[in-house]
Protein backbone atom coordinates (compact mmCIF):
# COMPACT_ATOMS: atom_id res chain seq x y z
CA UNK A 1 0.00 0.00 0.00
CA UNK A 2 0.80 3.67 -0.56
CA UNK A 3 2.67 5.36 2.25
CA UNK A 4 -0.35 7.58 2.66
CA UNK A 5 -1.87 9.15 6.24
CA UNK A 6 -4.77 11.54 7.30
CA UNK A 7 -5.34 13.22 10.44
CA UNK A 8 -7.26 13.25 12.36
CA UNK A 9 -8.98 10.18 11.15
CA UNK A 10 -12.29 11.57 13.01
CA UNK A 11 -13.92 15.30 13.90
CA UNK A 12 -16.68 16.67 15.31
CA UNK A 13 -16.54 20.37 14.75
CA UNK A 14 -18.68 23.36 15.72
CA UNK A 15 -20.04 25.59 12.84
CA UNK A 16 -17.41 28.85 11.94
CA UNK A 17 -14.81 26.86 13.96
CA UNK A 18 -11.61 26.58 11.30
CA UNK A 19 -10.40 23.00 11.03
CA UNK A 20 -7.31 22.40 9.32
CA UNK A 21 -6.91 18.15 7.85
CA UNK A 22 -3.44 16.59 6.78
CA UNK A 23 -2.69 14.62 4.60
CA UNK A 24 1.37 12.92 4.82
CA UNK A 25 3.30 10.81 1.89
CA UNK A 26 6.11 8.76 1.87
CA UNK A 27 5.89 7.93 -1.38
CA UNK A 28 7.48 11.49 -2.92
CA UNK A 29 4.69 11.80 -5.67
CA UNK A 30 4.35 15.16 -6.93
CA UNK A 31 0.67 14.98 -7.40
CA UNK A 32 -1.99 15.29 -4.37
CA UNK A 33 -5.42 15.35 -4.43
CA UNK A 34 -8.54 16.23 -1.88
CA UNK A 35 -11.52 14.82 -2.40
CA UNK A 36 -14.83 15.09 -0.76
CA UNK A 37 -17.45 11.89 -0.81
CA UNK A 38 -21.06 12.70 0.08
CA UNK A 39 -23.88 10.25 -0.31
CA UNK A 40 -25.56 10.83 -3.84
CA UNK A 41 -22.52 12.96 -5.07
CA UNK A 42 -19.70 10.20 -5.67
CA UNK A 43 -15.89 11.79 -5.08
CA UNK A 44 -15.56 15.14 -5.98
CA UNK A 45 -11.85 17.09 -6.19
CA UNK A 46 -12.22 19.99 -3.70
CA UNK A 47 -8.07 21.45 -4.66
CA UNK A 48 -5.03 19.44 -6.05
CA UNK A 49 -1.42 19.91 -6.01
CA UNK A 50 0.85 19.54 -8.85
CA UNK A 51 4.19 20.35 -7.27
CA UNK A 52 5.45 22.26 -3.65
CA UNK A 53 3.28 25.48 -3.56
CA UNK A 54 1.62 24.35 -6.71
CA UNK A 55 -2.09 24.00 -6.52
CA UNK A 56 -5.26 24.50 -8.64
CA UNK A 57 -8.93 24.67 -7.75
CA UNK A 58 -11.14 21.25 -8.70
CA UNK A 59 -15.10 20.89 -8.71
CA UNK A 60 -15.91 21.76 -5.11
CA UNK A 61 -13.35 24.02 -3.92
CA UNK A 62 -15.65 26.74 -2.58
CA UNK A 63 -14.99 27.20 1.48
CA UNK A 64 -12.02 25.52 1.26
CA UNK A 65 -8.23 26.31 0.70
CA UNK A 66 -5.11 24.35 0.71
CA UNK A 67 -1.47 25.16 1.25
CA UNK A 68 1.63 22.21 -0.20
CA UNK A 69 5.13 23.62 1.59
CA UNK A 70 7.10 20.46 1.77
CA UNK A 71 6.36 17.72 -0.92
CA UNK A 72 5.01 15.19 1.19
CA UNK A 73 2.47 16.97 3.25
CA UNK A 74 -0.95 18.47 2.00
CA UNK A 75 -3.32 20.86 4.20
CA UNK A 76 -7.16 21.38 3.28
CA UNK A 77 -8.60 24.00 6.02
CA UNK A 78 -12.24 24.92 6.25
CA UNK A 79 -11.37 28.61 7.05
CA UNK A 80 -15.09 29.12 8.75
CA UNK A 81 -17.02 24.99 9.09
CA UNK A 82 -20.64 24.97 7.69
CA UNK A 83 -22.99 22.16 8.27
CA UNK A 84 -22.54 21.51 4.54
CA UNK A 85 -18.85 20.66 5.19
CA UNK A 86 -19.65 17.69 6.98
CA UNK A 87 -18.63 14.49 4.95
CA UNK A 88 -15.72 12.46 4.36
CA UNK A 89 -12.47 13.49 3.09
CA UNK A 90 -10.05 11.40 1.13
CA UNK A 91 -6.34 12.49 0.26
CA UNK A 92 -4.87 10.61 -2.29
CA UNK A 93 -1.59 11.27 -4.37
CA UNK A 94 -0.18 10.20 -7.91
CA UNK A 95 3.14 10.29 -9.14
CA UNK A 96 2.11 11.45 -12.41
CA UNK A 97 -1.62 12.90 -12.33
CA UNK A 98 -3.17 9.66 -13.19
CA UNK A 99 -3.49 7.04 -11.48
CA UNK A 100 -4.19 7.66 -8.00
CA UNK A 101 -3.80 5.93 -4.43
CA UNK A 102 -6.08 7.17 -1.27
CA UNK A 103 -5.55 7.88 2.28
CA UNK A 104 -7.95 5.96 4.55
CA UNK A 105 -10.23 8.90 4.89
CA UNK A 106 -11.24 11.91 7.51
CA UNK A 107 -14.78 11.96 9.05
CA UNK A 108 -15.65 15.35 9.52
CA UNK A 109 -18.83 16.46 11.53
CA UNK A 110 -20.00 19.71 11.35
CA UNK A 111 -22.59 20.80 14.04
CA UNK B 1 -25.97 15.71 -16.88
CA UNK B 2 -22.66 14.52 -15.08
CA UNK B 3 -19.78 14.32 -16.39
CA UNK B 4 -19.12 10.89 -15.82
CA UNK B 5 -22.40 8.68 -15.54
CA UNK B 6 -22.45 5.03 -14.23
CA UNK B 7 -25.69 3.06 -13.24
CA UNK B 8 -25.70 2.87 -9.67
CA UNK B 9 -27.25 -0.41 -9.50
CA UNK B 10 -27.05 -2.46 -7.13
CA UNK B 11 -26.28 -5.49 -9.14
CA UNK B 12 -27.02 -8.68 -7.52
CA UNK B 13 -25.74 -11.62 -8.66
CA UNK B 14 -24.56 -15.49 -7.82
CA UNK B 15 -21.26 -16.48 -7.53
CA UNK B 16 -19.78 -17.87 -10.69
CA UNK B 17 -21.51 -15.18 -12.53
CA UNK B 18 -20.18 -12.82 -15.45
CA UNK B 19 -21.52 -9.50 -14.26
CA UNK B 20 -20.51 -5.91 -16.63
CA UNK B 21 -20.89 -2.15 -15.91
CA UNK B 22 -20.65 0.56 -17.93
CA UNK B 23 -19.57 3.78 -17.50
CA UNK B 24 -19.91 6.90 -20.20
CA UNK B 25 -17.75 10.28 -20.25
CA UNK B 26 -19.10 13.33 -21.68
CA UNK B 27 -16.19 15.30 -22.12
CA UNK B 28 -14.61 14.24 -25.17
CA UNK B 29 -10.68 15.33 -24.10
CA UNK B 30 -10.83 12.64 -21.93
CA UNK B 31 -7.64 11.15 -22.36
CA UNK B 32 -7.01 8.72 -19.60
CA UNK B 33 -9.58 6.38 -17.59
CA UNK B 34 -9.51 3.85 -14.76
CA UNK B 35 -11.55 1.21 -12.66
CA UNK B 36 -11.33 1.78 -9.04
CA UNK B 37 -13.24 -0.44 -5.81
CA UNK B 38 -14.38 1.00 -3.24
CA UNK B 39 -15.20 -1.55 -0.13
CA UNK B 40 -18.01 -0.02 2.76
CA UNK B 41 -16.33 2.72 4.61
CA UNK B 42 -13.31 2.87 3.20
CA UNK B 43 -10.68 4.50 0.82
CA UNK B 44 -11.39 3.90 -3.45
CA UNK B 45 -8.36 1.47 -4.47
CA UNK B 46 -7.18 1.25 -8.04
CA UNK B 47 -7.88 -1.99 -9.93
CA UNK B 48 -7.24 -1.39 -13.02
CA UNK B 49 -6.04 1.35 -15.40
CA UNK B 50 -8.20 1.34 -18.95
CA UNK B 51 -6.51 1.23 -22.36
CA UNK B 52 -7.97 1.77 -26.04
CA UNK B 53 -6.51 -1.85 -27.02
CA UNK B 54 -8.81 -3.42 -24.08
CA UNK B 55 -6.82 -4.65 -21.26
CA UNK B 56 -7.07 -7.96 -19.20
CA UNK B 57 -6.10 -8.95 -15.33
CA UNK B 58 -7.05 -12.03 -14.39
CA UNK B 59 -11.23 -12.34 -14.24
CA UNK B 60 -11.07 -8.83 -14.58
CA UNK B 61 -11.71 -7.11 -18.21
CA UNK B 62 -11.39 -3.40 -18.91
CA UNK B 63 -12.50 -1.75 -22.87
CA UNK B 64 -12.80 1.55 -24.05
CA UNK B 65 -14.91 2.74 -26.75
CA UNK B 66 -13.76 6.04 -27.73
CA UNK B 67 -16.43 6.62 -30.66
CA UNK B 68 -19.70 6.15 -28.17
CA UNK B 69 -17.43 7.59 -25.25
CA UNK B 70 -17.81 4.78 -22.66
CA UNK B 71 -15.50 2.73 -20.92
CA UNK B 72 -16.78 -1.22 -19.45
CA UNK B 73 -15.64 -3.79 -16.93
CA UNK B 74 -16.38 -7.27 -16.93
CA UNK B 75 -15.81 -9.68 -14.13
CA UNK B 76 -15.75 -13.44 -14.67
CA UNK B 77 -16.58 -16.01 -12.57
CA UNK B 78 -17.76 -13.72 -9.89
CA UNK B 79 -16.42 -14.01 -5.54
CA UNK B 80 -18.16 -12.81 -2.52
CA UNK B 81 -15.03 -10.95 -2.34
CA UNK B 82 -15.94 -8.93 -5.50
CA UNK B 83 -18.80 -7.34 -3.52
CA UNK B 84 -17.99 -3.67 -3.20
CA UNK B 85 -18.38 -0.41 -5.44
CA UNK B 86 -16.86 0.28 -8.87
CA UNK B 87 -15.75 3.47 -9.57
CA UNK B 88 -14.92 4.91 -12.87
CA UNK B 89 -12.64 7.77 -13.67
CA UNK B 90 -12.18 9.88 -16.26
CA UNK B 91 -8.74 12.23 -17.13
CA UNK B 92 -8.78 14.85 -19.11
CA UNK B 93 -5.23 16.05 -18.48
CA UNK B 94 -3.08 14.84 -15.86
CA UNK B 95 -4.47 16.19 -12.28
CA UNK B 96 -8.01 16.74 -13.34
CA UNK B 97 -9.75 13.35 -12.82
CA UNK B 98 -14.02 12.92 -12.57
CA UNK B 99 -15.08 10.32 -10.55
CA UNK B 100 -18.65 8.59 -11.39
CA UNK B 101 -21.01 7.84 -8.41
CA UNK B 102 -19.94 4.13 -8.27
CA UNK B 103 -21.99 0.69 -9.37
CA UNK B 104 -22.79 -1.03 -6.45
CA UNK B 105 -22.23 -5.13 -6.63
CA UNK B 106 -22.99 -7.62 -4.50
CA UNK B 107 -22.45 -11.15 -5.01
CA UNK B 108 -24.60 -13.98 -3.11
CA UNK B 109 -23.19 -17.51 -2.25
Known amino acids: DAGITQSPRHKVTETGTPVTLRCHQT?????MYWYRQDPGHGLRLIHYSYGVKDTDKGEVSDGYSVSRSKTEDFLLTLESATSSQTSVYFC??????????FGPGTRLTVT | RKEVEQDPGPFNVPEGATVAFNCTYS??????FFWYRQDCRKEPKLLMSVYSSGNEDGRFTAQLNRASQYISLLIRDSKLSDSATYLCVANTNAGKSTFGDGTTLTVKP
Open chain 2, 27 to 32: NSASQS
Open chain 1, 92 to 101: AISPDGYEQY
Open chain 1, 27 to 31: ENHRY
